[in-house]
């Protein structure tokens, strides 16, 4: 049986990796060992519950205010002694985090294969999303084997000098954790913390309620004060519409947003919230507007427009496909573009109903059958 070490240590590869760990602890070819970095702690272990995954290691890494060159330190360290100790025979990276870069690196050093889990995407600008870029194109360059989402990510990674016989195209993960979810929803729905009773009891008032998350780096500053005073211009023009922002734990992130936001009526600013019940609301809501790569994957499987608030993307499939639409921090922008997904049922319905690029919820399963079949460990 072979050892296959899953790394990582944020919310966003949790939720992508956790059903790829159940799909390996059903293989009897294959032996899951989690180590995790909580480079995101409480938002990091909420995901885990979820899924019912106990990680075997916990490196426990997660500072206040803590810096990417100490952050990056101290994961490959950490990383470097648990490889040290328990020898697996392939390590499986996600994305783009610190975690995942530091991951494969040192699992170089040690001569032991990598792959990468939604391998390939790019915006082509390392500085946006910033440092997400620069860690996906290292650790493209570390890993050995490619899983792409789609066929344009294969594409990039072959621009890049990447062999195509390393490369497989498998579909996200995301989708097969969301269907997980929906599943596991369904059968015990999930209360929503700090939402209003008249919204937490009401679910038919979905078609009143605009979605907001941010949390990106690039934004922070003046980015999030744009974005804030564009919420506050349609939270007055659209009263009935209620405006609910799950707030990132990041200083940066909620100053602006209690400093600009708090005090209004149709706004409501929440905590973040755990896995279930966050696909719970993306349920409920209209629309979403993100600066979130993973709900750009996940909102279209759900039927939900996405406006997102960044100038590039790495995920260009949804806005060709129709189900996103790129509208950066500028608040004009992101007023008009609310505005018509509120008023206009036809600008509506194109992106509510565009067909989702990002698969069909049998990525991990293609993923087991390539390691086993290319003999990968």
């Not at 899983?147 to 621009?159: G, H, I, M, V, Y």
């Amino acid at each position: 049986m072979k050892k296959v070490s899953l790394i990582f240590g944020t919310r966003p590869e949790a939720i992508k990796l956790c059903p790829l760990i159940l799909a390996l602890k059903d293989h009897p070819d294959f032996q899951p060992h989690v180590c995790v970095t909580a480079q995101h702690r409480e938002m990091l272990d909420q995901v885990l519950e979820v899924f019912g995954v106990i990680p075997d290691i916990d490196l426990d890494l997660m500072q206040s205010n803590q810096s990417l060159a100490s952050l990056t330190s101290r994961a490959i360290s950490a990383i470097d002694e648990y490889l040290v100790r328990h020898k697996p025979d392939l390590v499986l990276v996600q994305g783009d985090t610190t975690t995942a870069f530091c991951a494969a690196l040192a699992s170089f050093y040690h001569r032991i294969p990598v792959g990468h889990v939604e391998a390939g995407l790019r915006t082509w600008n390392k500085f946006s999303p910033f440092p997400e870029e620069i860690n996906r194109v290292l650790a493209s360059h570390i890993a050995d084997y490619h899983f792409a989402p789609t066929r344009l990510s294969k594409e990039n990674l072959l621009r890049e000098g990447i062999s195509k016989d390393k490369i497989f195209i498998t579909g996200n993960t995301v989708i097969d954790a969301l269907f997980f979810a929906i599943e596991k929803a369904k059968k015990h729905p999930p209360d929503i913390p700090g939402l209003p009773e008249h919204l937490q009891n009401n679910p038919t008032n979905h078609d009143k309620l605009v979605l907001i998350t941010g949390h990106r780096r690039e934004n922070f500053g003046e980015g999030f004060r744009s974005i804030c005073n564009a919420i506050v211009t349609l939270a007055n023009k659209f009263p009935e519409v209620e405006f609910v922002y799950p707030v990132h734990l990041n200083p940066n992130v909620q100053k602006p947003v209690f400093h600009i936001l708090s005090g209004f009526e149709n706004i409501h600013l929440i905590e973040p919230l755990s896995y279930l019940p966050f696909v719970e609301l993306m349920e409920r809501s209209m629309l979403i507007l993100t600066d979130s790569g993973g709900v750009q994957e996940e909102a279209p499987s759900l039927g939900k427009p996405v406006l997102v608030m960044r100038d590039t993307t790495e995920r260009p499939e949804a806005v060709d496909a129709g189900t996103a639409k790129l509208v950066g921090t500028d608040s004009r922008m992101i007023i008009d573009n609310v505005s018509t997904l509120l008023t206009d049922e036809k600008a509506y319905n194109a992106m509510a109903k565009a067909v989702n690029p990002y698969g069909d919820g049998k990525a991990c399963e293609r993923i087991v059958q390539a390691i086993k079949d290319r003999n990968i460990c």
